[in-house]
């Protein structure tokens, strides 16, 4: 049986959680853990939860970005300079459309978010991701201020105050040249283009286990660990062990299809666990160990429900009902940290079988997995 959980908050912890309330300003509630930023196992790589590539850039490719810019363009985002009030080009637009960084083209603006703040510069209420804008203290004027700056390339945008309109109470001040404007239905550059990514969600018993057999799948962008289609909102892991919130243990699998297919996934997930195994897997019995495939509209539903019919028909599960459940994905609640990279930081083991799963879905894992049964 699993251990029963047993945590200590320190006081980093605490902090954690001051500073994500001061990062979010005044009447702005924190960004919802769901939207936090994910990150590839192999290649490192961040990607914002709007799908889009928000790794931060080498300086000398930077350098090279920079090369294309106005001599107003590049005082502005590299030395942090800032253009005379009410004579930025985007000041008065108010077309439809997104506001992307000058220097590497990562959306960073809506124009829905815009509002006439008065100032001088253009201003907007909310970013187009909050992964897509960085924070940090500038006391270059004497006085604590915010700077912001893009998120993938650091260049220099403008500052944030706590003099904003609702729903956020912030006030997002740019610089025109910091950004270009495309107009909805214009055909914006490959940089400004979200990644070509999808998303699926599987529950197989504890989720240390299936979560690090999915981090081992070359295309797995990134896994996370959490509650799914439970019925009440944010649960913690000693609500949900209760056994009567409704909760699976679930992972969710950001993924590249043209690297793997979501087939492939369901044909791995449903060899990585025994799925005829009902409210249980292996020592941990309760409804938030069953077995369930929670998908992402009508395509990912009937390649679910084909598999499993195909599975099931397999000799290996002759005399043997696979009990794993085929539904349309609720909302995913993050687990707590300490769950994340579970089995890679503790080297603990788990019921997963990895050999067979890999073998069964045709995947070369990337790297020797550790074994986990």
């Known amino acids: 049986m699993r251990l029963s959980f047993t945590i200590s908050l320190f006081i980093a912890a605490a902090l954690a959680v001051f500073l994500l309330g001061v990062a979010a300003g005044p009447g702005q509630t924190p960004p919802d853990r769901d939207a936090s930023t994910m990150t590839d196992r192999d290649s490192k790589k961040q990607i914002s939860s709007a799908g889009f590539d928000v790794t931060p850039l080498p300086r000398e490719k930077v350098e090279i970005l920079a090369k294309k810019l106005t001599p107003e363009q590049y005082r502005i985002t590299q030395n942090a300079g800032t253009e005379r009030a009410f004579c930025g080009t985007l000041l008065d637009n108010k077309k439809d459309g997104m506001y992307v960084c000058v220097v590497c083209g990562l959306p960073l603006f809506k124009s829905e978010h815009k509002f006439i703040s008065g100032t ?66 214009q055909e914006v550059p490959e940089e400004s283009r979200p990644l070509p990514i999808e998303t699926g969600y599987f529950a197989g018993g504890c989720f240390w286990g299936v979560e690090y057999g999915f981090q081992q799948i070359p295309g797995v962008i990134s896994v996370d660990s959490g509650y799914q289609q439970g019925k009440i909102d944010d649960p913690t892991y000693k609500q949900i062990c209760n056994g009567d919130t409704g909760h699976a243990e679930s992972v969710k699998v950001v993924f ?24 249980r897997q292996g020592p941990d019995f309760g409804t938030q160990y069953r077995s369930g495939i929670y998908t992402v509209g009508p395509e990912q539903l009937a390649t679910a429900q084909r598999v499993k019919a195909e599975i099931q028909a397999a000799s290996v599960f002759k005399g043997r009902r696979i009990v ?24 603990r083991s788990c019921h997963v079988t990895l050999p067979a799963a890999f073998k069964a879905a045709d995947i070369t894992p990337s790297g020797t997995p550790k074994a986990t049964h």
């Open 324 to 347: 794993t459940e085929v539904e349309p994905a609720k909302r995913f609640w993050m687990a707590e940290d300490y769950h994340q990279d579970y089995i890679a930081n503790t080297g």
């Open 120 to 185: 001088g510069w253009p201003s907007f209420f909310n970013p187009f991701d909050v992964a897509h804008v960085a924070e940090k203290r500038d006391d270059t004027l004497g006085m604590p201020r915010i700077e912001i700056n893009c998120a993938r390339c650091d260049g220099h945008l403008g500052h944030v105050f706590p003099d904003g309109p609702p729903p956020t109470g912030r006030r997002f001040c740019l610089n025109s040249e910091s950004l270009a404007f495309f107009e909805d239905g």
């Open 256 to 279: 590249d299809p043209a690297k793997v297919s979501y087939e492939k996934l369901v044909r791995f997930f449903l060899h990585l666990h025994d799925p005829t195994q009902l409210n």
